[in-house]
């Protein structure tokens, strides 16, 4: 059956929820612009960024240090292995030295000799609401970071630049938080049961259809659980005989749920249509591997912002790709629903793109939201088959009522519905505090990665060494920030990754420092990135005043 975008025909659905289109052989295309596909004047042009190299000498530095650890492992384990040092590491009994080992020594060679030497610089406990501002809990290491003890003291007031709470809905606020109390007292914390049996509350329905109205598509689903939504949910789309197309730094969640589908996974480059439509073509033109036959679907993989680098999806094209090869688009809006587009929308409204042309939206509660779970949004017919399919809507315990009410009163606070501007106020204070953020970091003369429009900002570091230091020296000035290496990373691209929000205010990220107040966190990084020497952007500079100085005139005001 042909692929068609009339609405007013019904397409024929397959027993797991997507269209039965049959893929038709292109031997010919179109001739091939520069940049691949182009779509239409009415999407938006978000700047693609190339990922800036660093100089030679910092990739050879950053292999030589891993070298250099490396070695030191080797030797160490040498050391435990004679006795002369202390293995911590978990090991089988005596008695079961003739079973098959459940430890492998070199499978946990980095872990044992690598990450538990700086082990501090992660897990940190936190004892307040992850705020702009939140209080940490001090603990020390007498035996190299292999246990922690807590000294009892709090450090207060650090700076939050790592959590993910975007429009600042992460909040305490009595009188924005009435309504969650009023269904806790009503509901109780939790259901006890699945929405199959007896979980099903009204609540839950009034949010799935806030959902569909806030995207702009039929219907949708809530799940309890953000990862579960990918994982769960891909198993029953997909199954043996069709084809998955996943970029390359998809999500662990969209990995999970690609491999537990059984279906077949092909990557492509990273936002790289060219990579993606060579993928393409090769799958339609060649079909399943020794059989030939046509693959029942393609289904087409991506995110809207990746957690990692902080990119944009290249949507309009994409989608333009998608329709030539009548493959099927599955996007993940965890990190850009409510963080993105003029009102919130996520990536489809930052490119004035139909939802309808997106065949599953998926995105999480957990971010600009300040809750949790995530949900599947598109065609009524998709939703409905999940509901009695999917792994993660049948056994799984229905969403808390208080997690449910919280995200219902950030949505329609989002959306204008509670009588008040604040969420667009939230949406267009986070634009801002993400492109001056940026913009003052790269005038610095740091290398980061992603769009200007996203708020997730990755900071170059590469080096282990720097790493280590930069998390450390961050936290002694009151910064909690969130370092990332290898293998999280590609093992010459560690970075620091931060997070902006909407509750971050000028005098948090860069104002004039004075007796009354502390250094603010441009000020602080300028400072580390010279104390460290982490600004190894080759790109010229503008002429703006140094971020670190924070000199406002009035005609800048």
């Not at 430890?103 to 000799?113: L, P, S, V």
């Not at 042309?357 to 949900?375: E, I, L, N, Q």
Request: net charge positive; hydrophobic share 35%.
């Amino acid at each position: 059956m042909a692929r068609t975008s009339d609405s007013n025909l019904k397409p024929h659905f397959s027993q797991n929820g997507l269209k039965c289109d049959d893929l038709r052989k292109n031997s010919g295309h179109s001739k091939r612009e520069k940049n691949g596909p182009q779509t239409g004047a009415s999407s938006r042009q978000v700047s693609h960024d190339t990922f800036e190299q660093p100089p030679m000498y910092v990739a050879v530095m950053t292999y030589l240090g891993y070298g250099i650890v490396t070695l030191f492992g080797y030797l160490r384990d040498f050391l435990r292995a004679v006795g002369l040092e202390k293995c911590h590491v978990a090991q089988e009994r005596e008695e079961q030295k003739d079973f098959t080992p459940l430890y492998q020594d070199f499978e946990n060679f980095y872990t044992r000799n690598l990450y538990m030497r700086v082990r501090d610089n992660w897990n940190r406990p936190i004892c307040s609401l992850p705020g702009p501002i939140f209080d940490l809990m001090e603990r020390v290491s007498d035996d190299y970071n292999w246990t922690f003890r807590f000294t009892g003291k709090t450090i207060h007031n650090v700076i939050n630049m790592g959590s993910y709470n975007y429009l600042g809905f992460a909040e305490n606020n009595e009188d924005f938080l009435k309504t969650v109390a009023d269904r806790l007292r009503q509901y109780g914390a939790g259901v006890c049961s699945t929405r199959q049996e007896i979980g099903n509350l009204k609540i839950h329905e009034e949010l799935e259809q806030l959902v569909a109205d806030f995207i702009g598509v039929e219907s949708s689903m809530i799940f309890g659980m953000g990862f579960a939504t990918n994982s769960m949910n891909i198993p029953a789309l997909v199954g043996k005989g069709c084809l998955i197309v996943s970029d390359e730094l998809n999500h662990t969640s969209l990995i999970l749920g690609a491999r537990l589908s059984g279906a077949s996974i092909r990557v492509f480059k990273h936002n790289n249509m060219h990579s993606l439509e060579k993928l393409l073509r090769e799958a339609v033109c060649s079909g399943q591997p020794r059989t030939h036959r046509p693959w029942k679907k393609i289904l087409i993989m991506v995110e809207g912002i990746y957690s990692m680098e902080g990119s944009v999806v290249r949507l309009p094209e994409i989608i333009a790709l998608k329709k030539k090869y009548k493959a099927y688009l599955y996007l993940d809006e965890a990190h850009s629903i409510g963080a993105v587009g003029p009102s919130g929308r996520g990536v489809t409204e930052l490119f004035n793109v139909n939802p309808a042309d997106v065949d599953v939206m998926m995105g999480t509660f957990t971010k600009s939201f300040g809750a949790a779970g995530g949900y599947i949004a598109g065609r009524k017919e998709l939703v409905e088959y999940l509901r009695s399919h999917s792994h993660s809507a049948v056994y799984a315990s229905a969403m808390s009522p208080a997690i449910t009410e919280q995200v219902i009163r950030a949505m329609k606070c989002i959306m204008g519905k509670d009588g008040t501007t604040e969420g667009i106020r939230r949406i267009r204070q986070l634009a801002e505090n993400t492109k001056y953020f940026r913009a003052k970091l790269k005038d610095m003369g740091f290398i980061i990665y992603g769009d200007d429009d996203s708020p997730v900002v990755p900071v170059l570091l590469y080096m282990p060494g720097k790493v280590v230091a930069f998390a450390r020296e961050m936290l002694k000035r009151k910064i909690g920030v969130v370092v990332v290496g290898f293998p999280a990373t590609p093992i010459t691209e560690a970075r620091a990754r931060f997070c902006l929000s909407a509750s971050h205010t000028r005098e948090i990220l860069d104002e004039v420092n004075t007796l009354r107040n502390p250094p603010t966190v441009l000020q602080q990084m300028n400072e580390v990135g010279d104390l460290l020497c982490l600004k190894f952007s080759r790109r010229k500079r503008s002429a703006l005043p140094d971020a670190c100085k924070g000199e406002n005139t009035e005609a800048d005001s």
